[in-house]
Nanobody, 114 residues
Framework: QVQFVESGGGLVQPGGSLRLSCAAS????????MAWYRQAPGKQRELVAT???????GYANSVKGRFTISRDNAKNTLYLQMNSLKPEDTAVYYCNTRSSAYSWGQGTQVTVSS
């Protein structure tokens, strides 16, 4: 059974940074295109960042230059380094494969507010 456990969220002031983690079980992260998603209150879940098997990366325009996706194969963990956070980044963040093939985890709440 594939499971994702997200962590690392919290309350941060605008301009601050957070590093999110996604611990995976039942799947090797280096065998699938993996992605971070987020869902803000009242909005649909949106794709934030993708890391493909070969290592190529893609970002949503809204986070490009501020967020960095990475992967530790030994720990089977996906990361999202978020810098220069803005209030509009407030959302619950999730990881999953790029095709959203598996059940969603509980996510981790990120709140950007002064």
């Amino acid at each position: 059974q594939v499971q994702f456990v997200e962590s690392g969220g919290g309350l941060v002031q605008p301009g601050g940074s957070l590093r999110l983690s996604c611990a995976a079980s039942g799947i090797s992260l280096n065998t699938a295109a993996m992605a971070w998603y987020r869902q803000a209150p009242g909005k649909q879940r949106e794709l934030v960042a993708t890391m493909y098997v070969g290592g190529s990366i893609g970002y949503a325009n809204s986070v490009k230059g501020r967020f960095t996706i990475s992967r530790d194969n030994a720990k089977n963990t996906l990361y999202l380094q978020m810098n220069s956070l803005k209030p509009e980044d407030t959302a619950v963040y999730y990881c999953n494969t790029r095709s959203s093939a598996y059940s969603w985890g509980q996510g981790t709440q990120v709140t950007v507010s002064s």
